[in-house]
Nanobody, 122 residues
């Protein structure tokens, strides 16, 4: 079992910046991947960015060059630095982590945070 806690959301004007944080706690052997999704009202949940343990990253085309995902492995924490925000970035942002609970199993389990609201005004 693992728990994820997001923080750092809020309201900013277009062109501003925010940094989201997500801390994973619980029974953790290894976190293979961490990432961020977002969901705007009436829209599908979409991948924003993810990062694997070795540092390889992936970004949605809409945020490339503006957002940066990073992780602090000893702290089981993932960050999302968001720059040059636009109203189209307004959404609830969800942290996710793929967690292995012990060395005897190859399976990982996906956990989700409760979400943090990001609102960008024009």
């Amino acid at each position: 079992q693992a728990q994820l806690a997001e923080s750092g959301g809020g309201s900013v004007q277009a062109g501003g910046s925010l940094r989201l944080s997500c801390v994973v706690s619980g029974n953790i052997f290894r976190i293979s991947a961490m990432g961020w999704y977002r969901q705007a009202p009436g829209q599908q949940r979409e991948l924003v960015a993810n990062i694997i343990s070795g540092g390889h990253t992936n970004y949605a085309d809409s945020v490339k060059g503006r957002f940066t995902i990073s992780r602090d492995n000893p702290k089981n924490t993932v960050y999302l630095q968001m720059n040059s925000l636009t109203p189209e970035d307004t959404a609830v942002y969800y942290c996710t982590a793929d967690v292995r609970h012990d060395a005897t199993s190859l399976l990982s389990y996906t956990y989700w945070g409760q979400g943090t609201q990001v609102t960008v005004s024009s």
